[in-house]
Nanobody, 120 residues
Framework: VQLQASGGGLVQAGGSLRLSCAASGSIFSINDMGWYRQAPGKERELAATITRGGNTNYSGSVKGRFTISRDNAKNTVYLQMNSLKPEDTAVYYC???????????????WGQGTLVTVSS
């Protein structure tokens, strides 16, 4: 299973970016999907998660500015980031809780990360 994240880049404060993460390979089902981020010198932290049914959860630092969504048919999760701030600068990682086969237990797969840099 591979999770391929894309959409990062350099943006000015107040701007927007949309991240995408597509899961591919042998996948039976995907439960929760999410975005985490790791700023330089800091630990990885939750940004947002979404259940298969579309229920969402956001960290306090991004709530109201970021929107997570998913396309179950495409095994893809998105993160729309608006009103970006310099403190949003980080490597953004996607993940998915999934089963590779019907008989497998649920495991978590991670994408490779995409860098978001917000200039002031």
């Amino acid at each position: 299973v591979q999770l391929q994240a894309s959409g990062g880049g350099l943006v000015q404060a107040g701007g927007s970016l949309r991240l995408s993460c597509a899961a591919s390979g042998s996948i039976f089902s995907i439960n929760d999907m999410g975005w985490y981020r790791q700023a330089p010198g800091k630990e990885r932290e939750l940004a947002a998660t979404i259940t298969r049914g579309g229920n969402t959860n956001y960290s306090g630092s991004v709530k109201g500015r970021f929107t997570i969504s998913r396309d179950n048919a495409k095994n893809t999760v998105y993160l729309q980031m608006n009103s970006l701030k310099p403190e949003d600068t980080a490597v953004y990682y996607c993940n998915a809780d999934l089963r590779r086969h019907w008989y497998d237990s649920i495991g978590t797969s991670w994408g490779q990360g995409t860098l978001v840099t917000v200039s002031s």
